[in-house]
């Protein structure tokens, strides 16, 4: 089976402008998590999507928001960037969204703000 | 307020010899625990996870023990090896939050040959 992907790998942004990432999760899987990594630190959860409804939401603004298709693709935006924005985001799916569930990472998107 | 804290930043052992990776938690809600490792330009990959039922979960090289009455969990990796370097990631989650892991800073693991 093909693994996460994300899409694109590495953006630059400048601040006030909004972007989007992709994530395309493993066949099958159905929650799709979004994580935030800035350097030094762990990863920080934004949102947790599964069978199209957010059923888990991170401590960030409304700035933050994302969304998953039928076909459990996700997406996730952030408008008015900042400069504190600039990070890795993470995708992880995993099949069920249950506890025992492996959580499969994506290579993450490395976003730039200036 | 950090629910998981991994206090070494940085760990250095010799190939061979056993590495020894540790983690605490506070929240007493948690009760599935994994321990992920990370290179360079790549997601992290899952390793090994324990659930609160159990104190010890043994796969191969890697060991985690779960100590809940102390909320600390380590990794034994034994022997250790150069390709075992990077960085590795302690994440907790409950029931209630399946689809959301809490995860520690991690500790940079390097393995001299």
């Known amino acids: 089976k093909a693994g996460v992907t994300q899409t694109p790998r590495y953006l630059i942004k400048t601040r006030g402008q909004q972007v989007t990432l992709s994530c395309s999760p493993i066949s099958g899987h159905r929650s799709v998590s979004w994580y935030q990594q800035t350097p030094g630190q762990g990863l920080q959860f934004l949102f947790e999507y599964f069978s199209e409804t957010q059923r888990n939401k991170g401590n960030f603004p409304g700035r933050f928001s994302g969304r998953q298709f039928s076909n459990s693709r996700s997406e996730m935006n952030v408008s008015t960037l900042e400069l504190g924005d600039s990070a890795l985001y993470l995708c992880?799916?995993?099949?069920?969204?249950?506890?025992?569930?492996?959580?499969?990472f994506g290579p993450g998107t490395r976003l730039t703000v200036l | 307020d950090q629910q998981v804290k991994q206090n070494s930043p940085s760990l250095s052992v010799q190939e061979g010899r056993i590495s020894i990776l540790n983690c605490d938690y506070t929240n007493s809600m948690f009760d599935y625990f994994l321990w992920y490792k990370k290179y360079p330009a790549e997601g992290p990959t899952f390793l090994i996870s324990?659930?609160?039922?159990?104190d010890k979960n043994e796969d191969g090289r890697f060991t985690v023990f779960l100590n809940k009455s102390a909320k600390h969990l380590s990794l034994h990796i034994v022997p250790s090896q150069p390709g075992d370097s990077a960085v590795y990631f302690c994440?907790?989650?409950?029931?209630?939050?399946?689809?959301?892991?809490?995860f520690g800073d991690g500790t940079t693991l390097t393995v001299k040959p």
């Open positions: 994440a907790a989650s409950g029931v209630t939050n399946a689809g959301k892991s809490t």
């Open positions: 992880a799916s995993n099949p069920d969204g249950i506890v025992t569930d492996t959580q499969y």
């Open positions: 324990i659930s609160s039922i159990k």
